[in-house]
């Protein structure tokens, strides 16, 4: 029989020192490294009434399902103004100033460990563009889990999380 594995934090718990609740363990993809993602309980954390930005331009640099971080780069380096990205990424609470606009499924990941933290009767804005139309951008809804893209120029709510790299 072998050992059981100790995990370094237990999913829907807060962790004031690492930022927030703890949504779980995203895989990195090719060789890339995989991380802890983290939702911040400060209410600050939250912006409403934000659109995602940019309807009509491209951003293929935005595009990807997991990665945040990459994503909301790609949008504050767009020509394109980006609000709910700039917004996330402007943040510094709890000691810590590398939050943003979590991807596609690190929304899911949310909904299945930190729901609480998130309106119900609303959806948010994810960082990861529709690949198939540059005027839209996949959201996600903490009421029953579902998620599907909107107009970027539309104006919906968005949460900051952050990450800590697994080494």
Request: aromatic content about 14%; some cysteine; charged content about 15%.
């Amino acid at each position: 029989m072998s050992a059981a594995t100790v995990l370094p934090y237990i999913p829907g718990q807060n962790y004031p020192d690492k930022g927030g609740i703890y949504a779980g363990l995203v895989l990195g993809a090719a060789g890339q490294p995989s991380w802890h993602l983290f939702v911040p309980t400060d209410p600050a954390a939250e912006f409403t009434d934000i659109a995602w930005g940019g309807y009509g331009h491209k951003e293929p640099a935005a595009e990807s399902f997991t990665d945040g971080v990459a994503n909301t780069a790609a949008l504050i380096a767009s020509s394109a103004d980006h609000p709910a990205a700039r917004a996330c990424a402007a943040l510094t609470l709890a000691g810590h100033s590398d939050y943003y606009l979590p991807s596609r499924h690190e929304l899911q990941l949310c909904y299945a460990y930190a729901a609480e933290s998130f309106n119900k009767d609303d959806w948010y804005w994810s960082s990861t563009q529709y690949a198939g139309h540059s005027g839209l951008a996949w959201y996600q809804t903490f009421n029953y889990g579902g998620h599907g893209i909107n107009y970027k120029d539309y104006q919906g709510r968005a949460r900051a999380v952050r990450r800590e790299l697994v080494i």
